[in-house]
């Protein structure tokens, strides 16, 4: 098979890891050249900073050396600027009068860095901060030089000047703006971040612009607009980035701002595609490394020809590469007319932390002086999670530093989001391969090999795992044979890929078993069908004798029980049910434990004709979902009001029975206690009292039986009806597939459910998502 030829221009951090991605995916299928102007291997951009900050060496900083690049077979051209594409012959030429052919050319260019256009700007030491000659020509001017100016108060700026003043520099930071990192922070956490920037060293001139660097040759001062002047040895200018379109744009490529690109990477010229910074998706241009991954795993697919996702753009975040400092930002984290924020500060410690919401979904967030929820907050906004899946306490649970915190960590939770590593995938590796440092943790899983960010946390498990604190069993089990990952990331996956089909989930997660097996199939159909809801709509529709709720039995008949709501009938339905029975022969009919009458015997080739002629809803005991309600009907000796309980039954009946459950879900009412005993084995028993109904939950018959627990109080049927209802629906979002009621009643805690019945602000969303649920159901099977 002759190999088709790849040309990739760019050899930073966003192209290579298209390549990576690539080649795991079909490594013998191109014959692969890279082309790259810096004369480096392909090296960690974004932690120069720690560079500058003695925190690592240029060395640390490569991320594929000379053996990688030769193992998979890659011809790599540093040092060389590709200055022509062809793409009508599909040819490039080089810097270096080489030309070649291609089959499929991406252009990831990066960006270049700004300068801004005043006098004096070209003088000798005023610099950008981009590249590993920019570093070094800072570090060198650091050993002759005292002062230093740095011009833009963002992110690059402020790790810019922290690196400057650790060489022993006397620093300044000017910025534009009343404060610091304004598109990533809010007012307060600018300020807090000021002062501790303060305390270490460096000084800010806030609300100033530059007119003019001053000096001979070399930079000896600036002048402001407003007239002052400050001396300085050596400036850089940190004031932002533009894509590097210059290429594209002399070559037909479409370019706005950057390199417009469709959902798949696509330009609008065939088989040349763009990733990175240089790319314009949607009028949005990225500089993190988080969105660039994404773009590369995309195109990686469109290129190998795998139906994938489409790239639908990413939530941008932020984390400051400054030592000793602890700041983050993501989404939308200042308030408007439209959102409300949680604020928690503690102004002793330094700590700040806000949380944004737009109606139930958190959409933003900034924290400073202490980032441990950052990861989870960031899966928070990327999956617009309802924060009535979370207890709002639980969102910042500690000011303190006090206790383990990886401890209390899930196993899914990320740990690393620029590659998105979870804290479960380093335990795995580490007791898999042995790992005992950071930069082995690094090499095995790409955790900390980004932006560095989550370098403290992989050194903090490392800890956890070598204490006492620590047990293997963290480990949680695969959902099954036929996949490696576990149920909670099975379900994390789909919410971010956004798959609506079974078939998709098995494709995209790469299931060992391309068909599924019986376990995996129904549990996957039943996430899907809670994350999207149409599509559980479209899957029931299709179901053929489930649809009719037909039983088969062992002699390959079958069995039908007309609903009776609440196990209450009259004579026109137990007429039209003997009727049918005489006309089909059914001669067996027997009252069930839930007071329903079942047909059974029912021939195949009668099974249409008996369900249209009863023409009465049919329940069936088999499949997840709401099972028909057991009512007690007192003794002779008990006066109370037995209509109540059948009233409340059949109420319940009709609202929920369209509604697909983790379990079958068994609920039980009685009238009065006198007749309740009995039935406090089921899931969800209701029990009439003056004061109005109890609610129990929790009770579990089989080998260990056990009686539920009082739950809650409602004064009325209409407010039964409302906590049941918000009880079904929180069991519904946050169960397992198969987990039994008692089993999530035990994990999730008789408190947090209580918590969430009992504030209306959570209670009225589970109700309304539970009642669009139940429409869309029941208009898809009245069709």
Same mark, same amino acid.
Request: aromatic share 6%; glycine share 8%.
């Given at each position: 098979?002759?190999?088709?030829?790849?040309?990739?221009?760019?050899?930073?951090?966003?192209?290579?890891?298209?390549?990576?991605?690539?080649?795991?995916?079909?490594?013998?299928?191109?014959?692969?050249?890279?082309? $790259?102007?810096?004369?480096?291997?392909?090296? &960690?951009?974004?932690?120069?900073?720690?560079?500058?900050?003695?925190?690592?060496?240029?060395?640390?900083?490569?991320?594929?050396?000379?053996?990688?690049?030769?193992?998979?077979?890659?011809?790599?051209?540093?040092?060389?600027?590709? /200055?022509?594409?062809?793409?009508?012959?599909?040819?490039?030429?080089?810097?270096?009068?080489?030309?070649?052919?291609?089959?499929?050319?991406?252009?990831?260019?990066?960006?270049?860095?700004?300068?801004?256009?005043?006098?004096?700007?070209?003088?000798?030491?005023?610099?950008?901060?981009?590249?590993?000659?920019?570093?070094?020509?800072?570090?060198?001017?650091?050993?002759?030089?005292?002062?230093?100016?740095?011009?833009?108060?963002?992110?690059?700026?402020?790790?810019?000047?922290?690196?400057?003043?650790?060489? $022993?520099?006397?620093?300044?930071?000017?910025?534009?703006?009343?404060?610091?990192?304004?598109?990533?922070?809010?007012?307060?956490?600018?300020?807090?971040?000021?002062?501790? @920037?303060?305390?270490?060293?460096?000084?800010?001139?806030?609300?100033?612009?530059?007119?003019?660097?001053?000096?001979? =040759?070399?930079?000896?001062?600036?002048?402001?607009?407003?007239?002052?002047?400050?001396?300085?040895?050596?400036?850089?200018?940190?004031?932002?980035?533009?894509?590097?379109?210059? @290429?594209?744009?002399?070559?037909?490529? +479409?370019?706005?701002?950057?390199?417009?690109?469709?959902?798949?990477?696509?330009?609008? @010229?065939?088989?040349?595609?763009?990733?990175?910074?240089?790319?314009?998706?949607?009028?949005?241009?990225?500089?993190?490394?988080?969105?660039?991954?994404?773009?590369?795993?995309?195109?990686?697919?469109?290129?190998?020809?795998?139906?994938?996702?489409?790239?639908?753009?990413?939530?941008?975040?932020?984390?400051?590469?400054?030592?000793?400092?602890?700041?983050?930002?993501?989404?939308?984290?200042?308030?408007?007319?439209?959102?409300?924020?949680?604020?928690?500060?503690?102004?002793?410690?330094?700590?700040?932390?806000? /949380?944004?919401? #737009?109606?139930?979904?958190?959409?933003?967030?900034?924290?400073?002086?202490?980032?441990?929820?950052?990861?989870?907050?960031?899966?928070?906004?990327?999956?617009?999670?309802?924060?009535?899946?979370?207890?709002?306490?639980?969102?910042? !649970?500690?000011?303190?530093?006090?206790?383990?915190?990886?401890?209390?960590?899930?196993?899914?939770?990320?740990?690393?989001? *620029?590659?998105?590593?979870?804290?479960?995938?380093?335990?795995?590796?580490?007791?898999?391969?042995?790992?005992?440092?950071?930069?082995?943790?690094? #090499?095995?899983?790409?955790?900390?090999?980004?932006?560095?960010?989550?370098?403290?946390?992989?050194?903090?498990?490392?800890?956890?795992?070598?204490?006492?604190?620590?047990?293997?069993?963290?480990?949680?089990?695969?959902?099954?044979?036929?996949?490696?990952?576990?149920?909670?990331?099975?379900?994390?996956?789909?919410?971010?890929?956004?798959?609506?089909?079974?078939?998709?989930?098995?494709?995209?997660? &790469?299931?060992?078993?391309?068909?599924?097996?019986?376990?995996?199939? !129904?549990?996957?159909?039943?996430?899907?069908?809670?994350?999207?809801?149409?599509?559980?709509?479209?899957?029931?529709?299709?179901?053929? =004798?489930?649809?009719?709720?037909?039983?088969?039995?062992? &002699?390959?008949?079958?069995?039908?029980?007309?609903?009776?709501?609440? $196990?209450?009938? &009259?004579?026109?339905?137990?007429?039209?049910?003997?009727?049918?029975?005489?006309?089909?022969?059914?001669?067996?009919?027997?009252?069930?434990?839930?007071?329903?009458?079942?047909?059974?015997?029912?021939?195949?080739?009668?099974?249409?004709?008996?369900?249209?002629?009863? =023409?009465?809803?049919?329940?069936?005991?088999?499949?997840?979902?709401?099972?028909?309600?057991?009512?007690?009907?007192?003794?002779?000796?008990?006066?109370? =009001? #037995?209509?109540?309980?059948?009233?409340?039954?059949?109420?319940?009946?009709?609202?929920? +029975?369209?509604?697909?459950?983790?379990?079958?879900?068994?609920?039980?009412?009685? !009238?009065?206690?006198?007749?309740?005993?009995?039935?406090?084995?089921?899931?969800?028993?209701?029990?009439?009292?003056?004061?109005?109904?109890?609610?129990?939950?929790?009770?579990?018959? $089989?080998? #260990?039986?056990?009686?539920?627990?009082?739950? *809650?109080?409602?004064?009325?049927?209409?407010?039964?009806?409302?906590?049941?209802?918000?009880?079904?629906?929180?069991?519904?979002?946050?169960?397992?597939?198969?987990?039994?009621?008692?089993?999530?009643?035990?994990?999730?805690? @008789? /408190?947090? /459910?209580?918590?969430?019945?009992?504030?209306?602000?959570?209670?009225?969303?589970?109700?309304?998502?539970?009642?669009?649920?139940?429409?869309?159901?029941?208009?898809?099977?009245?069709?």
């Amino acid at each position: 098979m002759v190999k088709q030829k790849l040309i990739l221009v760019g050899n930073g951090m966003s192209g290579i890891r298209c390549l990576e991605e690539i080649l795991k995916i079909n490594p013998d299928r191109f014959d692969i050249s890279v082309f $790259g102007s810096e004369p480096h291997l392909n090296y &960690n951009r974004i932690l120069l900073p720690t560079v500058l900050q003695r925190r690592a060496t240029f060395a640390e900083l490569t991320l594929n050396d000379r053996e990688w690049y030769k193992k998979h077979h890659i011809h790599l051209h540093t040092g060389e600027t590709v /200055i022509k594409i062809d793409h009508e012959k599909q040819m490039l030429k080089t810097d270096k009068q080489r030309e070649l052919s291609y089959d499929h050319l991406i252009i990831a260019a990066g960006s270049i860095p700004f300068f801004l256009p005043i006098p004096g700007a070209d003088k000798e030491g005023v610099v950008a901060f981009r590249t590993i000659e920019d570093c070094q020509k800072m570090i060198e001017a650091a050993q002759k030089y005292r002062k230093a100016v740095v011009i833009g108060g963002g992110v690059l700026g402020l790790e810019a000047a922290s690196g400057l003043q650790n060489l $022993g520099m006397e620093v300044r930071v000017v910025h534009n703006t009343h404060y610091l990192m304004e598109r990533q922070l809010d007012k307060k956490a600018s300020k807090m971040l000021q002062r501790e @920037l303060e305390k270490q060293g460096i000084h800010f001139l806030l609300k100033r612009e530059t007119e003019e660097i001053l000096g001979g =040759n070399r930079v000896k001062g600036m002048r402001f607009k407003d007239g002052t002047e400050v001396e300085a040895d050596l400036v850089v200018m940190a004031v932002g980035v533009r894509p590097n379109v210059q @290429l594209a744009r002399e070559s037909g490529v +479409e370019i706005k701002r950057g390199i417009i690109v469709n959902d798949y990477m696509e330009t609008n @010229l065939p088989n040349i595609y763009a990733v990175g910074e240089c790319v314009e998706h949607l009028g949005i241009v990225y500089g993190l490394v988080k969105p660039l991954f994404e773009q590369g795993t995309v195109l990686a697919k469109r290129i190998c020809g795998i139906e994938g996702n489409r790239y639908k753009g990413s939530v941008l975040s932020t984390q400051l590469k400054v030592s000793g400092v602890e700041v983050f930002s993501a989404g939308q984290f200042s308030e408007d007319a439209s959102s409300k924020s949680i604020k928690v500060e503690d102004e002793v410690a330094g700590i700040y932390k806000k /949380i944004v919401l #737009k109606g139930d979904q958190i959409i933003g967030a900034v924290l400073f002086g202490d980032k441990k929820e950052s990861s989870k907050l960031l899966e928070m906004i990327q999956k617009k999670q309802d924060v009535l899946d979370v207890e709002k306490v639980k969102l910042f !649970p500690s000011l303190t530093n006090e206790g383990n915190t990886v401890a209390a960590m899930a196993a899914n939770e990320l740990i690393c989001n *620029c590659n998105g590593v979870t804290k479960g995938a380093i335990i795995e590796a580490v007791q898999k391969e042995g790992l005992s440092t950071v930069e082995q943790v690094k #090499k095995c899983t790409k955790a900390s090999s980004s932006c560095g960010g989550c370098k403290p946390a992989v050194a903090e498990i490392l800890s956890y795992m070598n204490s006492d604190e620590f047990t293997r069993e963290i480990e949680q089990p695969t959902m099954c044979a036929c996949t490696s990952l576990t149920e909670e990331e099975v379900v994390q996956q789909i919410q971010l890929l956004g798959s609506t089909t079974v078939k998709e989930v098995l494709e995209m997660l &790469n299931w060992k078993n391309k068909q599924g097996c019986l376990t995996c199939r !129904p549990a996957l159909s039943y996430y899907i069908g809670m994350i999207h809801p149409e599509y559980e709509n479209n899957h029931d529709a299709a179901l053929g =004798n489930d649809h009719w709720k037909a039983t088969v039995e062992m &002699n390959g008949t079958f069995s039908v029980v007309p609903q009776m709501y609440g $196990g209450m009938t &009259n004579s026109e339905e137990l007429r039209k049910i003997a009727d049918v029975a005489d006309k089909y022969g059914i001669t067996e009919m027997a009252i069930t434990s839930e007071q329903r009458v079942r047909l059974m015997g029912v021939k195949e080739a009668d099974l249409a004709g008996v369900c249209g002629e009863l =023409n009465m809803h049919l329940s069936s005991p088999f499949r997840n979902k709401l099972q028909n309600i057991e009512v007690c009907h007192g003794e002779a000796f008990c006066r109370c =009001n #037995k209509n109540s309980a059948l009233n409340l039954a059949a109420s319940l009946e009709k609202r929920f +029975e369209y509604l697909t459950m983790p379990n079958r879900v068994k609920m039980a009412i009685s !009238p009065c206690l006198h007749n309740g005993a009995d039935r406090m084995l089921k899931d969800i028993v209701v029990i009439g009292m003056e004061r109005g109904w109890e609610i129990y939950m929790g009770g579990r018959g $089989g080998g #260990k039986i056990r009686a539920g627990e009082l739950l *809650c109080i409602a004064e009325s049927d209409d407010e039964a009806i409302e906590l049941i209802g918000g009880l079904l629906q929180l069991y519904r979002k946050t169960a397992c597939y198969l987990e039994q009621t008692w089993e999530w009643f035990d994990r999730v805690g @008789l /408190i947090h /459910i209580r918590e969430v019945l009992f504030d209306f602000d959570l209670l009225q969303p589970l109700i309304e998502s539970l009642e669009k649920d139940r429409l869309l159901q029941k208009e898809k099977i009245s069709m």
